[in-house]
Nanobody, 122 residues
Framework: QVHLVESGGGLVQAGGSLRVSCVAS????????MGWFRQAPGKARELVAV????????YTAQSVKGRFTISRDNAKNTVSLQMNSLEPETTAVYYC???????????????WGQGTQVNVYA
């Protein structure tokens, strides 16, 4: 069993930056791919970024490419998402996930965090 806890969400002005982090407990996640999803009001949950177990490869959704960066610190059992040049459309609940995938356009993960709210105002 893996327990994921996100932190770092908040309120930020458009153009600003925010870093959300996720700490895992229960067992090491060093061999697990980790990712971030987000769900905006009235919209489906979507995959934002994924990082491989050793961090050698990453995936970033086209909508945030060049602005968002996913990273991990396996020594601290932590994965983070650095978000720059934020836009009001970025407002969403951001969810940390272990073993993230999208199956038939549906978000899937072995484990989910409870989410952290990010609000971007113009």
């Amino acid at each position: 069993q893996v327990h994921l806890v996100e932190s770092g969400g908040g309120l930020v002005q458009a153009g600003g930056s925010l870093r959300v982090s996720c700490v895992a407990s229960g067992r090491t996640i060093s061999r697990s791919s980790m990712g971030w999803f987000r769900q905006a009001p009235g919209k489906a949950r979507e995959l934002v970024a994924v990082i491989s177990g050793v961090g050698a490869s990453t995936y970033t959704a086209q909508s945030v490419k060049g602005r968002f960066t996913i990273s991990r610190d396996n020594a601290k059992n932590t994965v983070s998402l650095q978000m720059n040049s934020l836009e009001p459309e970025t407002t969403a609940v951001y969810y940390c996930a272990a073993g993230p995938k999208v199956v038939g356009n549906l978000p899937r993960a072995a484990y989910w965090g409870q989410g952290t709210q990010v609000n971007v105002y113009a």
